[in-house]
Structure formats: structure tokens, C-alpha cells
Nanobody, 126 residues
């Protein structure tokens, strides 16, 4: 099994940038497809971005495409979410998730992911 720990959240002004990190332990990250989800207060958890085990395939939800970049460094067992041009509506708790297959990578369903981090808070002020 893999354990995931996110970091890098914080408070930022609109238009600013943050980079989230997700460190994997217990098993090498290269075995897992990885995704980022977010959940704002009173809202459902929503898909943000995903990438394949090799990192070659990437998917984004429409609201972040062109602003966020998902990446990974398998040698460091770390995944990243670079968030640029942040908006107040990006405010949420961000979760890193992993699954042991690239199957269904383009799906936004959180049920496909069996491993989750504890989340990191991102707050964007206007």
C-alpha cells in the first residue's frame, strides 16, 4: 500500500500561485496513477487533475485547464500540482489520490481512487 501526504497549501491573493506536493511512501509512486481533487465547504469533492503512472497522460477539469499543471517525479516519489492565476473560487481543501492502474484516468470519479492523503487547505483572497 501507499501512503500519501500533501503539503504546500496556504493563503494567497487572487492571481497568485502555489505549488502543492504529494509525497508517497510505502510503495513507489510509479506503480500508481495520481490525481488531485478538491472540496470546498458545503460542496461535493471534485476532480481537478490526473496523470498516468509514467506522467505522460494528463487530464484537467475545465475550470483549471490552462492555469494548473499536474506533474510527478517518480524518482522522488512525489507528485505536484502547480496552481497559477488563482481565483477565489479555487479555495478548497486539496487532496492527493492514487490508484494502481491508468484505467479510467480521464474519469472524474473519486471512487476509482483507493488511496488518499489528508488534504491541504488552499485559500485565495480577492
Amino acid at each position: 500500500q501507499v501512503q500519501l501526504v500533501e503539503s504546500g497549501g496556504g493563503l494567497v491573493q487572487a492571481g497568485g500561485s502555489l505549488r502543492l506536493s504529494c509525497i508517497a511512501s510505502g510503495r513507489t509512486l510509479s506503480y500508481y496513477a495520481m490525481a488531485w481533487f478538491r472540496q470546498a465547504p458545503g460542496k461535493e469533492r471534485e476532480f481537478v487533475a490526473a496523470n498516468s503512472r509514467s506522467g505522460d497522460m494528463k487530464y484537467y477539469t475545465d475550470s483549471v485547464a490552462g492555469r494548473f499543471i499536474i506533474s510527478r517525479d517518480n524518482a522522488k516519489n512525489t507528485g505536484y500540482l502547480q496552481m497559477n492565476s488563482l481565483k477565489p473560487e479555487d479555495t478548497a481543501t486539496y487532496y492527493c489520490a492514487a490508484k494502481d492502474s491508468d484505467y479510467g484516468l480521464g474519469s472524474s470519479s473519486s471512487r476509482l481512487y483507493g488511496y488518499w492523503g489528508q488534504g491541504t487547505q488552499v485559500t485565495v483572497s480577492s
